[in-house]
């Protein structure tokens, strides 16, 4: 209890100071997940490849990439929430030939935010992304789920990817 009403008093505090640069510790700071649904909240910029670690486990190479969390600036059918998103550029080995490549990163999602279990578990069978108000989570984990999201389980070159999938027409 006494964690959250403190928690409370930096949030207002950051949110009086939306000129301030982010720092890693901005990124890295834990809170609960509706504090990232309030309105005026937004945090962007570059993150360097020590920040993804998670990300980078996988051999992937990560070189430029920006993040932000910005909360919904409206209700989506009466539903608070924030919007996550990722681009830039990560460096891959292919699994098929060994060849390294370069996959393009744009991804951007919107992540509702329940009140409580009972309203999480009623939007269960529901299509969008969706957590609990209280579950603890940072800005920088966020961006990185969605990076990660966004890196295949086997990454194939393009090469490799068009020579396996005779059903799939060539444009190019
Ligand atoms: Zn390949």
New binding site residues.
């Given amino acids: 209890m006494g964690i959250d009403v403190l928690e409370a008093k930096i949030s207002i505090k950051d949110a009086q100071k939306p000129e301030k640069m982010k720092t890693e510790a901005d990124w890295r700071y834990r809170q609960n997940a509706s504090q990232f649904a309030r309105l005026g909240y937004d945090i962007a910029g570059s993150l360097s490849a020590e920040m993804l670690a998670r990300a980078t486990e996988d051999d992937a190479v990560v070189h430029a990439v920006t993040g932000s969390v910005r909360c919904l600036e409206a209700k989506i059918s009466g539903r608070i929430g924030f919007v996550v998103s990722v681009a830039g550029s990560v460096g891959l080995t ?1 699994q ?2 060994g ?1 390294e490549f370069e996959m393009p990163v744009n991804s951007r999602s919107v992540i509702h935010v329940a009140q409580d279990a009972a309203q999480l578990a009623s939007w269960e069978d529901e299509a969008f992304e969706c957590v609990e108000a209280n579950e603890k989570t940072s800005a920088l984990e966020l961006v990185e789920d969605e990076l990660l999201l966004s890196i295949p389980y086997v990454p ?2 393009q ?2 990817d068009a020579a396996d999938a005779p059903r799939t027409h060539e444009f190019s």
């Fill in positions: 292919c098929s030939c060849a194939r070159c090469k490799c």
